[in-house]
Protein backbone atom coordinates (compact mmCIF):
# COMPACT_ATOMS: atom_id res chain seq x y z
CA UNK A 1 0.00 0.00 0.00
CA UNK A 2 1.42 3.72 -1.05
CA UNK A 3 1.70 6.57 1.61
CA UNK A 4 3.90 9.52 2.65
CA UNK A 5 5.87 8.59 5.39
CA UNK A 6 8.23 10.63 7.18
CA UNK A 7 10.64 9.16 8.78
CA UNK A 8 12.30 12.39 10.86
CA UNK A 9 14.78 13.32 7.71
CA UNK A 10 12.87 13.54 4.48
CA UNK A 11 8.47 12.69 3.74
CA UNK A 12 8.67 10.85 0.57
CA UNK A 13 6.38 8.32 -0.84
CA UNK A 14 6.67 4.42 0.16
CA UNK A 15 4.45 1.08 -1.52
CA UNK A 16 5.08 -1.27 1.33
CA UNK A 17 2.43 0.02 4.28
CA UNK A 18 0.05 -1.97 5.71
CA UNK A 19 -2.84 -1.46 7.62
CA UNK A 20 -4.71 -3.27 10.45
CA UNK A 21 -8.28 -4.25 9.82
CA UNK A 22 -10.96 -2.15 11.83
CA UNK A 23 -11.62 -2.78 15.09
CA UNK A 24 -14.98 -2.03 17.12
CA UNK A 25 -16.10 1.46 16.69
CA UNK A 26 -13.57 2.16 13.59
CA UNK A 27 -14.04 2.73 10.05
CA UNK A 28 -11.91 1.67 6.79
CA UNK A 29 -11.43 4.34 4.17
CA UNK A 30 -10.20 4.12 1.05
CA UNK A 31 -8.71 7.99 0.22
CA UNK A 32 -9.28 9.46 -3.30
CA UNK A 33 -8.29 12.37 -2.84
CA UNK A 34 -6.50 14.45 0.09
CA UNK A 35 -5.47 17.87 0.71
CA UNK A 36 -1.91 19.31 1.11
CA UNK A 37 -2.26 21.93 4.50
CA UNK A 38 0.73 23.52 6.06
CA UNK A 39 0.34 21.38 9.06
CA UNK A 40 1.49 18.16 7.06
CA UNK A 41 4.80 20.51 6.11
CA UNK A 42 4.69 21.64 9.40
CA UNK A 43 5.61 18.63 10.64
CA UNK A 44 8.42 18.07 8.40
CA UNK A 45 10.24 21.68 9.06
CA UNK A 46 9.42 20.57 12.89
CA UNK A 47 7.03 23.50 13.44
CA UNK A 48 4.65 20.89 14.62
CA UNK A 49 6.72 18.71 16.79
CA UNK A 50 5.94 14.81 16.23
CA UNK A 51 6.84 11.19 17.11
CA UNK A 52 7.89 9.29 13.64
CA UNK A 53 7.99 7.56 11.49
CA UNK A 54 4.24 8.19 10.51
CA UNK A 55 2.35 8.51 7.70
CA UNK A 56 1.04 12.47 6.97
CA UNK A 57 -2.06 14.11 5.70
CA UNK A 58 -5.53 15.00 7.15
CA UNK A 59 -7.53 16.47 5.05
CA UNK A 60 -9.37 14.00 3.16
CA UNK A 61 -12.23 12.20 1.87
CA UNK A 62 -13.22 8.63 -0.01
CA UNK A 63 -14.89 5.56 0.41
CA UNK A 64 -15.60 3.36 3.00
CA UNK A 65 -14.55 -0.04 2.64
CA UNK A 66 -14.70 -1.64 6.15
CA UNK A 67 -16.14 -1.29 9.38
CA UNK A 68 -16.05 -2.42 12.82
CA UNK A 69 -18.44 -4.25 15.07
CA UNK A 70 -20.89 -1.03 16.50
CA UNK A 71 -20.68 1.50 13.32
CA UNK A 72 -23.97 1.84 12.17
CA UNK A 73 -23.77 5.46 10.80
CA UNK A 74 -22.31 4.18 7.46
CA UNK A 75 -21.69 1.42 5.45
CA UNK A 76 -19.12 -0.15 3.12
CA UNK A 77 -19.62 2.28 -0.49
CA UNK A 78 -20.38 5.36 1.03
CA UNK A 79 -18.45 8.70 0.47
CA UNK A 80 -17.49 9.93 3.49
CA UNK A 81 -15.01 13.24 4.02
CA UNK A 82 -12.92 12.89 6.99
CA UNK A 83 -12.06 15.09 10.40
CA UNK A 84 -9.16 15.01 12.00
CA UNK A 85 -10.56 14.99 15.43
CA UNK A 86 -11.00 11.46 16.94
CA UNK A 87 -13.19 12.88 20.31
CA UNK A 88 -14.20 9.90 22.09
CA UNK A 89 -18.33 11.42 22.79
CA UNK A 90 -18.67 10.66 25.97
CA UNK A 91 -16.04 12.96 28.44
CA UNK A 92 -17.70 16.41 29.99
CA UNK A 93 -16.37 18.38 26.81
CA UNK A 94 -17.67 16.23 24.42
CA UNK A 95 -21.41 16.34 26.02
CA UNK A 96 -20.51 20.24 26.42
CA UNK A 97 -21.03 19.94 22.65
CA UNK A 98 -17.02 21.12 22.67
CA UNK A 99 -15.17 17.88 20.67
CA UNK A 100 -12.55 20.07 19.65
CA UNK A 101 -11.43 20.18 23.84
CA UNK A 102 -11.87 16.60 23.83
CA UNK A 103 -9.02 15.37 25.71
CA UNK A 104 -9.19 12.10 24.72
CA UNK A 105 -8.10 13.67 20.84
CA UNK A 106 -5.04 15.58 21.65
CA UNK A 107 -1.60 14.03 21.76
CA UNK A 108 -2.63 10.50 21.80
CA UNK A 109 -1.36 9.09 18.34
CA UNK A 110 -2.26 6.04 17.12
CA UNK A 111 -0.10 3.71 15.05
CA UNK A 112 -2.71 1.56 12.78
CA UNK A 113 -0.03 1.33 10.35
CA UNK A 114 3.25 -0.75 9.87
CA UNK A 115 6.03 -1.02 7.97
CA UNK A 116 8.49 -3.78 7.63
CA UNK A 117 6.91 -5.16 10.72
CA UNK A 118 7.16 -2.02 12.89
CA UNK A 119 4.51 -0.12 14.10
CA UNK A 120 4.01 3.73 12.36
CA UNK A 121 2.08 6.66 13.53
CA UNK A 122 -1.13 7.83 12.29
CA UNK A 123 -0.96 11.98 11.87
CA UNK A 124 -3.87 14.14 13.39
CA UNK A 125 -5.63 10.61 14.03
CA UNK A 126 -6.01 10.77 10.35
CA UNK A 127 -3.20 10.04 7.58
CA UNK A 128 -5.00 11.08 4.59
CA UNK A 129 -1.73 10.62 2.32
CA UNK A 130 -2.01 6.71 1.32
CA UNK A 131 -4.53 4.35 -0.26
CA UNK A 132 -6.40 3.50 3.12
CA UNK A 133 -6.85 4.82 6.19
CA UNK A 134 -8.18 3.90 9.45
CA UNK A 135 -10.40 6.58 11.64
CA UNK A 136 -12.72 6.37 14.49
CA UNK A 137 -16.12 5.81 13.73
CA UNK A 138 -16.95 9.56 14.56
CA UNK A 139 -14.33 11.06 12.26
CA UNK A 140 -16.41 9.62 9.01
CA UNK A 141 -19.44 11.81 7.84
CA UNK A 142 -21.57 10.52 5.07
CA UNK A 143 -21.51 13.12 2.12
CA UNK A 144 -23.73 13.33 -0.94
CA UNK A 145 -22.73 11.20 -4.16
CA UNK A 146 -22.56 13.93 -5.98
CA UNK A 147 -19.84 16.02 -4.24
CA UNK A 148 -16.75 15.55 -6.25
CA UNK A 149 -14.54 13.89 -4.08
CA UNK A 150 -11.53 16.32 -4.83
CA UNK A 151 -13.59 19.11 -3.28
CA UNK A 152 -14.79 17.06 -0.58
CA UNK A 153 -11.55 16.16 0.65
CA UNK A 154 -11.29 19.50 1.43
CA UNK A 155 -13.96 20.35 4.29
CA UNK A 156 -12.48 18.34 7.24
CA UNK A 157 -9.86 21.05 7.70
CA UNK A 158 -9.24 23.96 5.94
CA UNK A 159 -13.62 24.50 5.63
CA UNK A 160 -13.61 22.90 9.40
CA UNK A 161 -11.54 25.54 10.29
CA UNK A 162 -12.18 28.72 8.39
CA UNK A 163 -15.32 28.64 8.67
CA UNK A 164 -15.95 27.25 11.68
CA UNK A 165 -13.53 30.05 13.23
CA UNK A 166 -15.86 32.52 11.79
CA UNK A 167 -19.61 30.58 12.67
CA UNK A 168 -18.41 29.06 15.59
CA UNK A 169 -16.06 30.57 17.46
CA UNK A 170 -15.99 34.09 16.14
CA UNK A 171 -19.70 33.90 15.60
CA UNK A 172 -19.36 37.21 13.37
CA UNK A 173 -22.74 38.78 13.05
CA UNK A 174 -25.08 40.41 10.41
CA UNK A 175 -22.99 43.77 8.97
CA UNK A 176 -19.93 43.34 11.31
CA UNK A 177 -16.39 44.26 9.61
CA UNK A 178 -13.78 41.36 9.39
CA UNK A 179 -9.69 41.51 8.59
CA UNK A 180 -8.17 38.40 7.18
CA UNK A 181 -4.62 37.97 7.60
CA UNK A 182 -3.26 35.67 4.78
CA UNK A 183 -5.46 34.43 1.97
CA UNK A 184 -4.28 30.91 1.93
CA UNK A 185 -6.13 28.01 2.29
CA UNK A 186 -7.25 29.05 5.78
CA UNK A 187 -7.80 32.68 5.12
CA UNK A 188 -10.16 31.92 2.02
CA UNK A 189 -12.33 30.47 4.02
CA UNK A 190 -12.60 32.72 7.22
CA UNK A 191 -13.36 34.83 3.87
CA UNK A 192 -16.38 32.77 2.47
CA UNK A 193 -17.21 32.31 6.30
CA UNK A 194 -17.96 35.74 6.51
CA UNK A 195 -19.66 36.37 3.50
CA UNK A 196 -22.34 33.54 4.61
CA UNK A 197 -22.07 35.45 7.99
CA UNK A 198 -22.94 38.86 6.17
CA UNK A 199 -20.47 40.93 7.37
CA UNK A 200 -20.63 43.98 5.63
CA UNK A 201 -16.46 44.50 4.93
CA UNK A 202 -14.63 41.69 4.85
CA UNK A 203 -10.76 43.05 4.22
CA UNK A 204 -8.44 40.64 3.02
CA UNK A 205 -4.15 40.96 3.06
CA UNK A 206 -1.40 39.08 1.52
CA UNK A 207 2.06 40.05 0.02
CA UNK A 208 0.96 38.42 -2.86
CA UNK A 209 -0.94 40.57 -5.15
CA UNK A 210 -1.80 37.27 -7.22
CA UNK A 211 -4.48 36.35 -4.33
CA UNK A 212 -6.21 39.15 -4.81
CA UNK A 213 -8.67 37.62 -7.32
CA UNK A 214 -9.21 34.71 -5.56
CA UNK A 215 -9.59 36.13 -2.36
CA UNK A 216 -12.74 38.65 -3.84
CA UNK A 217 -14.15 35.36 -4.97
CA UNK A 218 -14.41 33.79 -1.80
CA UNK A 219 -15.52 36.75 -0.36
CA UNK A 220 -13.51 39.27 0.55
CA UNK A 221 -14.45 43.10 -0.57
CA UNK A 222 -11.18 44.75 0.06
CA UNK A 223 -7.48 43.59 -0.87
CA UNK A 224 -4.79 45.19 0.97
CA UNK A 225 -0.84 44.32 0.80
CA UNK A 226 0.24 45.40 4.15
CA UNK A 227 -2.10 45.47 7.43
CA UNK A 228 -0.85 48.99 7.79
CA UNK A 229 -3.30 50.09 5.35
CA UNK A 230 -6.25 49.51 7.03
CA UNK A 231 -6.62 51.99 9.02
CA UNK A 232 -7.14 54.29 5.88
CA UNK A 233 -10.20 52.33 4.77
CA UNK A 234 -11.22 51.65 7.92
CA UNK A 235 -10.19 54.26 10.77
CA UNK A 236 -11.82 53.01 13.68
CA UNK A 237 -10.57 48.99 13.02
CA UNK A 238 -12.68 45.92 12.64
CA UNK A 239 -14.76 44.03 14.51
CA UNK A 240 -12.58 40.84 13.71
CA UNK A 241 -9.28 40.21 13.11
CA UNK A 242 -8.41 36.67 12.34
CA UNK A 243 -4.58 35.82 11.60
CA UNK A 244 -3.64 32.68 9.59
CA UNK A 245 -0.32 33.15 8.68
CA UNK A 246 1.19 31.67 12.39
CA UNK A 247 3.80 34.40 12.69
CA UNK A 248 3.70 36.55 15.78
CA UNK A 249 4.06 40.16 14.25
CA UNK A 250 1.08 39.65 12.50
CA UNK A 251 -0.27 38.11 16.01
CA UNK A 252 0.30 41.78 17.00
CA UNK A 253 -1.06 43.71 14.09
CA UNK A 254 -4.38 41.41 14.30
CA UNK A 255 -4.88 42.95 17.96
CA UNK A 256 -3.51 46.21 16.89
CA UNK A 257 -6.72 46.46 14.39
CA UNK A 258 -9.65 45.84 16.55
CA UNK A 259 -12.13 48.39 16.91
CA UNK A 260 -14.37 48.93 20.37
CA UNK A 261 -15.12 45.26 21.18
CA UNK A 262 -13.05 43.77 19.01
CA UNK A 263 -11.85 40.06 18.76
CA UNK A 264 -8.58 38.64 17.35
CA UNK A 265 -8.68 35.16 16.59
CA UNK A 266 -5.44 33.42 15.69
CA UNK A 267 -5.34 30.13 13.52
CA UNK A 268 -2.37 30.37 12.27
CA UNK A 269 0.33 28.28 13.55
CA UNK A 270 3.52 29.74 14.53
CA UNK A 271 6.30 27.66 16.51
CA UNK A 272 5.27 25.91 19.72
CA UNK A 273 7.78 28.25 22.09
CA UNK A 274 6.72 31.36 20.34
CA UNK A 275 5.49 34.41 22.01
CA UNK A 276 3.53 37.00 20.98
CA UNK A 277 3.40 40.55 22.68
CA UNK A 278 0.74 43.36 22.86
CA UNK A 279 -0.06 46.76 24.90
CA UNK A 280 -2.25 45.07 27.99
CA UNK A 281 -4.09 48.90 27.69
CA UNK A 282 -5.41 47.89 24.35
CA UNK A 283 -7.22 45.60 25.66
CA UNK A 284 -9.87 47.88 28.24
CA UNK A 285 -11.93 48.59 25.76
CA UNK A 286 -13.87 44.96 26.03
CA UNK A 287 -11.37 43.26 23.17
CA UNK A 288 -10.19 39.44 23.18
CA UNK A 289 -7.68 37.65 22.00
CA UNK A 290 -9.21 34.40 20.93
CA UNK A 291 -7.53 31.24 20.06
CA UNK A 292 -9.23 28.51 18.39
CA UNK A 293 -8.66 24.80 17.60
CA UNK A 294 -10.50 23.21 14.40
CA UNK A 295 -12.96 25.93 13.91
CA UNK A 296 -14.75 24.95 17.74
CA UNK A 297 -16.33 22.69 15.02
CA UNK A 298 -18.43 19.72 15.80
CA UNK A 299 -17.83 17.90 12.85
CA UNK A 300 -20.89 15.79 12.13
CA UNK A 301 -22.83 18.16 12.35
CA UNK A 302 -20.30 20.83 10.39
CA UNK A 303 -19.57 18.71 7.48
CA UNK A 304 -22.84 17.96 7.05
CA UNK A 305 -24.19 21.33 7.23
CA UNK A 306 -21.15 22.41 4.47
CA UNK A 307 -21.99 19.76 2.43
CA UNK A 308 -25.52 21.76 1.95
CA UNK A 309 -24.36 24.62 1.33
CA UNK A 310 -22.06 23.49 -0.97
CA UNK A 311 -24.82 21.98 -2.57
CA UNK A 312 -26.96 24.95 -2.92
CA UNK A 313 -24.07 27.29 -4.14
CA UNK A 314 -23.02 29.33 -0.98
CA UNK A 315 -19.95 27.70 -0.04
CA UNK A 316 -17.05 27.30 -2.29
CA UNK A 317 -15.52 23.51 -2.46
CA UNK A 318 -14.62 23.62 -6.10
CA UNK A 319 -12.84 26.78 -6.68
CA UNK A 320 -10.48 26.10 -3.52
CA UNK A 321 -8.94 22.95 -5.64
CA UNK A 322 -5.79 24.79 -7.23
CA UNK A 323 -3.62 21.80 -8.52
CA UNK A 324 -3.74 17.95 -8.30
CA UNK A 325 -1.32 15.40 -8.25
CA UNK A 326 -1.00 12.32 -7.92
CA UNK A 327 0.25 11.55 -4.75
CA UNK A 328 3.38 9.60 -6.25
CA UNK A 329 3.93 13.52 -7.23
CA UNK A 330 4.15 14.87 -3.59
CA UNK A 331 7.39 16.35 -3.60
CA UNK A 332 6.21 18.67 -6.28
CA UNK A 333 3.04 19.37 -4.67
CA UNK A 334 4.60 20.47 -1.72
CA UNK A 335 7.45 22.58 -3.18
CA UNK A 336 4.31 24.41 -4.90
CA UNK A 337 2.77 24.56 -1.30
CA UNK A 338 5.63 26.14 0.40
CA UNK A 339 6.47 28.50 -2.53
CA UNK A 340 2.78 29.86 -2.49
CA UNK A 341 2.30 28.56 -6.13
CA UNK A 342 -0.96 27.17 -4.93
CA UNK A 343 -3.56 27.85 -2.39
CA UNK A 344 -4.34 24.20 -1.95
CA UNK A 345 -2.62 21.19 -3.92
CA UNK A 346 -4.95 18.14 -3.36
CA UNK A 347 -3.22 14.58 -3.65
CA UNK A 348 -4.94 11.66 -5.83
CA UNK A 349 -5.23 8.07 -5.41
Excluded: W
Amino acid sequence: MRGVVYDGTRARVVDDLRLRDPGPGEVRVALAAAGLCHSDLSVVDGTIPFPVPVVLGHEGAGTVEAVGDGVTHVRPGDHVALSTLANCGTCAECDRGRPTMCRAAIGRPGRPFSRGGRPVFQFASNSAFADRTLVRAVQAVRIPEDIPLTSAALIGCGVLTGVGAVLNRARVGQGDTVLVIGAGGIGLNVCQGARIAGASSIVAVDANPAKEAVARRFGATDFLSSVRELRDLLPMGVDHAFECVGRVELIRAAIDSLDRHGQAVLLGVPPATAEASFLVSSLYLDKSVLGCRYGSSRPQRDIALYARLYREGRLLLDELVTATYPVEDYEKAAADTREGRVARAVLTF
